[in-house]
Antibody, heavy 118, light 112 residues
Framework: EVQLVESGGGLVQPGSSLKVSCVASGFTFSSYAMHWFRQAPENGIDWLAYITADSSSTHYAETVKGRFTISRDNAKNTVDMQLSSLRSEDTALYFC???????????WGQGVMVTVSS | DIVMTQGALPTPVPSGESASITCQSSKSLLHSNGKTYLNWYLQRPGQSPQFLIYWMSTRASGVSDRFSGSGSGTDFTLKISSVEAEDVGVYYCQQFLEYPLTFGSGTKLEIK
């Protein structure tokens, strides 16, 4: 069974940093590109970043470029995202998501909540 | 960025009736390879999004054949035939043609 389990969320102050992590199981992790999305409370879904299966390429949304960094460790089946210079508008549920080879996003984690507030 | 615009449903929809959800993109999602890069997802209350449809009209694995996708390069429809209680939630369209990936604002389905 494919599982994506996020961790690392919490309450942080504006301007601070936080790392959210995702552990994958049930599939050959090293064969899939992975993405992070987020959903602010009562809002829609925003794409944030992706990393290719072999980490050769990453891409970011303009809203987080230069502040967020995606990385992965295929030996540990993990994909992380380092969040820095956090703002109140970064408050959201952050999802780790598997890309199904150019088709779409077939498995989503349960999400991890990040709250940025003083 | 490609803007995705979703229509609203006349809620609630009577159980057993069909429902059609519309979505428009600000740019054609038809790729030169012949595929149209439009996906649909359902987010049930309190859950993560569930993958329904890719390439505009192909059902994802395990998705009921009550769900069908259609459209052109910029206008799309998700049809749910004979709606059931388990179909309640917010439906999102999403373009996968180019980055940044973008979603519609969602269409809420309630059942009477």
């Amino acid at each position: 069974e494919v599982q994506l389990v996020e961790s690392g969320g919490g309450l942080v102050q504006p301007g601070s940093s936080l790392k959210v992590s995702c552990v994958a199981s049930g599939f050959t992790f090293s064969s899939y590109a992975m993405h992070w999305f987020r959903q602010a409370p009562e809002n829609g879904i925003d794409w944030l970043a992706y990393i290719t299966a072999d980490s050769s390429s990453t891409h970011y949304a303009e809203t987080v470029k230069g502040r967020f960094t995606i990385s992965r460790d295929n030996a540990k089946n993990t994909v992380d995202m380092q969040l820095s210079s956090l703002r109140s508008e970064d408050t959201a549920l952050y999802f780790c998501v598997r890309e199904s080879g150019g088709r779409g996003f077939d498995y989503w984690g349960q999400g991890v909540m990040v709250t940025v507030s003083s | 960025d490609i803007v995705m615009t979703q229509g609203a449903l006349p809620t609630p929809v009577p159980s057993g009736e069909s429902a059609s959800i519309t979505c428009q993109s600000s740019k054609s999602l038809l790729h030169s390879n012949g595929k149209t890069y439009l996906n649909w997802y359902l987010q049930r209350p309190g859950q993560s999004p569930q993958f329904l449809i890719y390439w505009m009209s192909t059902r994802a694995s395990g998705v009921s054949d009550r769900f069908s996708g259609s459209g052109s390069g910029t206008d799309f429809t998700l049809k749910i035939s004979s709606v059931e209680a388990e179909d309640v939630g917010v439906y999102y369209c999403q373009q996968f043609l180019e980055y940044p990936l973008t979603f519609g604002s969602g269409t809420k389905l309630e059942i009477k």
